[in-house]
């Protein structure tokens, strides 16, 4: 499998802020890279899929970007309601997940 | 509206075997538009991939799992299933099902509630 290191595992944040969160494969993994929100007793969520594209009901201030082996997600203007748990997977070779950057206050 | 809604024990004895069924409420498991995965997290952890099938019944495993998972279709009941071999307590986790986009790349882009299950004498 293809080892994803996502940083930082924690960040403290506020509303309003600006939260930007990396992953990293050890290999290109292409475009094949998807972002996920969980909320504690939920299942994930698909917020960006090919690295850049918006899922369908996500709000805007969610962007994603990269391409091979650098990904980031950002939120440009924290909302109450983003203070969550954010995973990457990638999707060229099987799948295996980055171990989750918990967003908090 | 597309459901996924996972059943089985919620409590597995060491050594035995870990077996939970996915129900898909709208679709066909036998179009070739998705694959069918499962995911699990351990309490308090990150999530772990664990395997997926496509409609012809070809299989994909995590290399880590791979000697002790099956995955398959029962396409009478529009189900799909996981089978774990010899548990421990490290098998103890929230099991998700879930829908991968064929088109992208396998993509997961709709996931089941998930259902706990403990490993557990």
């Known amino acids: 499998d293809i080892p994803m290191t996502q940083s930082p595992s924690t960040l403290s944040a506020s509303v309003g802020d600006r939260v930007t969160i990396t992953c990293r494969a050890s290999e290109s993994v292409g475009r094949w890279l998807a972002w996920f929100q969980q909320k504690p007793g939920k299942a994930p969520k698909l917020l960006i899929y090919?690295?850049?594209t918006l899922q369908s009901g996500v709000p805007s201030r969610f962007s994603g970007s990269g391409f091979g082996t650098e990904f980031t997600l950002t939120i440009s203007s924290l909302q109450p309601d983003d203070f969550a748990t954010y995973y990457c997977?990638?999707?060229?070779?099987?799948?295996?997940f980055g171990r989750g950057t918990k967003v908090e206050i | 509206q597309l459901q996924l809604r996972e059943s089985g024990p919620g409590l597995v004895k060491p050594w035995e075997t870990l077996s939970l069924t996915c129900t898909v409420s709208?679709?066909?498991?036998?179009?070739?538009?998705?694959?069918w995965g499962w995911i699990r997290q351990p309490p308090g952890k990150g999530l772990e991939w664990i395997g997926a099938?496509?409609?012809?019944?070809?299989?994909y495993y995590d290399p880590s799992l791979r000697s002790r998972v099956t995955i398959s279709l029962d396409t009478s009941k529009n189900q799909f299933s996981l089978r774990l071999t010899s548990v421990t307590a490290a098998d103890t986790a929230v099991y998700y099902c879930?829908?991968?986009?064929?088109?992208?790349?396998?993509?997961?882009?709709?996931w089941g509630q998930g259902t706990l299950v403990t490993v557990s004498s």
């Open positions: 099938v496509y409609y012809n019944g070809n299989t």
């Open positions: 709208s679709g066909s498991i036998t179009s070739g538009t998705y694959y």
């Open positions: 879930s829908r991968l986009v064929s088109q992208l790349e396998r993509l997961v882009d709709y």
């Open positions: 997977q990638q999707h060229n070779t099987l799948w295996s």
């Open positions: 090919k690295a850049s």
